[in-house]
């Protein structure tokens, strides 16, 4: 934050040698508004993160917050909005008071003015965080999605399905949101999590799990702990998950894999399935069951028992274990899935069933007091898997998703012990001896080692390496560089086919996919799908105003009671046309009409 500080003291010194013409005011002005969006854009996305605007924050502007729970958040989005009231505020200010001063003409005073004015933005934390993600690094952009399937072999590994064992195992696999090592520590917060704890001296441990780089948040965690792979935006590459039913499809994951082992998989959240295309995301790698917020609310007995995010844990983890029953009793190989909610945001909620068990009695807003909550229904959760009769041949995987946030108000005693902070990684197996792994992993570690704990003989999945094996993980540098192996595994469906229109049913399908609208198309020079770019769900992203050469703009238009499209040719030429009934408009007329 001292940057952002120093940043806008060198904007405030640089105004004060600006010759102060009309025009001159005017266009210092729409700089200051542009340096409030970038600033109130950084502080919020500071608060979250820890780390101003990363991977995570980058992700959400493109593919949108659908299913978001904002009541909790509510004090720093009203912050954000008064400080873009004063961000309009500041340069009509600086225009009134500077248009009646003194026109300064002295050469010193232009350059001053343009050191500052040029410092304020090169200081500004913002452009080191982007410059950090990689979007100034040339390799990368002159690669883009050029990668060959050689280049992806030499960084990514998909494995055999060899097994160790006549028979694998079920698993089960609890991801505990922003639920990090840290808190087990007896020393950072006693009798915090006795639950976990107990369970941590019964199972293998994975003691030195860190964050790997591209997974500081949920479905980044997912991807990393399942895929091998950091989740890395495209600048619009991942939208697929929004607007269209595939989700990361080039990546191979533990769903995949195991889907070929002939395991029935499910995915149960208590969160809305929309909200960072966690349901594509199960979709697409392979999962036959998939239940969020949407189909779990309507089954609850009481209908009002739901927070901003969705289901309270106690309601959740009883759906958990009533698919366990069902799908232990279908004879064949599992995996059952799921994410809590309750320790999420900057003070978590209290399910019902802990009002009488808090950790801060004087304090219900403490977040720890929701970390001990989960802590007791993990632990009841856990016990009554265990004591099932089908039990047998199961595995029990427990992980943190990501590190906590920024914004989780016992970040300040986190960021006390951060050499100590690691992912939580624990391994419940019958048929395996208590112990602690000490080899430094990280993320993308998580789904090899599980693979070769429930039975497959595997030392690597994607970028990830089996901490049982003599392979190093791959550091943040590495993953880094090879980013544009990561990114290339989003994909747009190709127009070689054409667009079909569905008029009836107010459908788009570009090779067999449903296609939602709005919708913008960037094409390339030669024709394949560059880019498919979506409006968020809030409908606040106006994709009009994304419109550029070489594109189709697609929406349905109530007044023409059909599709309307908008094709900027390669010249910037506007050409519309409207869809009034069932057809397909072929690629040889798309690239005909921007040409």
């Not at 990668?147 to 055999?160: G, L």
């Not at 994709?543 to 059909?562: A, H, M, P, Q, V």
């Not at 397909?584 to 798309?590: A, L, Q, V």
């Amino acid at each position: 934050m001292n940057f952002l500080i120093a940043s806008f003291l060198l904007l405030i010194f640089s105004y004060l040698f600006l010759k102060k013409t009309k025009i001159n005011l005017v266009v210092f002005g729409i700089f200051v508004f542009l340096y409030s969006v970038i600033s109130v854009t950084y502080i919020i996305s500071n608060y979250f993160t820890g780390n101003g605007v990363d991977e995570s924050v980058i992700y959400h502007l493109f593919y949108g917050l659908g299913g978001a729970g904002f009541g909790a958040d509510a004090g720093i989005i009203i912050l954000g909005a008064i400080l873009l009231i004063i961000g309009i505020a500041l340069p009509i200010g600086f225009y009134y008071f500077g248009k009646n001063k003194e026109i300064k003409t002295n050469v010193y005073y232009k350059g001053l003015f343009g050191v500052f004015f040029i410092s304020a933005f090169i200081f500004h934390p913002i452009f080191k965080n982007i410059y950090d993600l990689g979007y100034f690094d040339l390799n990368n952009v002159v690669k883009g999605k050029l990668v060959s399937k050689e280049d992806i072999e030499k960084v990514y590994f998909v494995p055999e399905a060899k097994k160790k064992t006549e028979k694998t195992k079920n698993i089960i696999y609890l991801y505990l949101e922003s639920f990090e090592k840290t808190y087990l520590d007896e020393d950072v917060f006693p009798d915090l999590t006795p639950n976990l704890n107990k369970l941590r001296k019964e199972a293998i441990s994975f003691e030195n799990l860190k964050m790997a780089y591209g997974t500081s948040w949920t479905i980044a965690g997912m991807v990393g702990s399942q895929c091998g792979s950091p989740l890395i935006n495209s600048g619009g590459g991942g939208n697929s998950m929004h607007g269209i039913e595939d989700f990361l499809p080039g990546a191979f994951c533990l769903g995949d894999f195991l889907k070929k082992q002939n395991y029935n998989l499910s995915y149960i959240g208590g969160a809305n399935l929309s909200f960072a295309g966690k349901g594509n995301f199960y979709k697409t790698h392979s999962f036959d069951n998939i239940l969020g917020r949407e189909k779990l609310e309507p089954k609850l007995k009481n209908k009002d028992y739901i927070n901003d995010w969705g289901l309270y844990d106690d309601s959740l983890f009883d759906f958990v274990f009533e698919e366990y029953e069902r799908l232990s009793e279908t004879g064949q190989n599992f995996g059952l899935f799921t994410l809590n909610l309750d320790t999420h945001g900057s003070e978590g909620v209290i399910s019902e069933s802990c009002k009488n068990y808090l950790y801060d009695s004087q304090n219900e807003k403490n977040i720890l007091n929701s970390y001990h909550c989960v802590d007791k229904l993990v632990g009841e959760l856990v016990e009554k898997i265990r004591n099932h009769k089908n039990f047998k041949n199961t595995t029990i995987v427990i992980t943190s998703d990501h590190y906590a946030m920024k914004h989780n108000n016992s970040y300040d005693t986190l960021e006390k012990n951060k050499d100590k902070r690691r992912n939580l990684f624990l391994v419940l197996d019958s048929d395996s001896e208590a112990q602690k792994i000490e080899k430094e992993g990280t993320t993308l570690d998580i789904g090899a080692s599980t693979l070769s704990l429930i039975g497959f003989d595997v030392d690597k999945l994607g970028a990830g390496v089996n901490l049982f094996s003599n392979l190093e993980t791959n550091s943040e540098s590495y993953l880094k560089k090879n980013r544009n192996i990561f990114e290339s595994f989003w994909s747009y469906p190709s127009l070689k086919n054409g667009i079909d229109f569905d008029l009836e049913n107010k459908k788009i399908k570009i090779e067999g996919k449903d296609i939602q609208f709005p919708a913008l198309i960037y094409l390339s020079d030669n024709g394949d799908t560059k880019q498919i770019l979506w409006t968020d769900d809030a409908g606040e992203l106006d994709l009009r105003t994304l419109i550029k050469n070489n594109s189709i703009f697609i929406d349905y238009c109530e007044e023409n009671k059909g599709f309307c499209l908008n094709f900027k040719t390669k010249y910037g030429e506007n050409i519309s046309q409207n869809i009034s009934e069932n057809k397909n408009i072929s690629y040889e007329e798309i690239l005909q009409k921007l040409k």
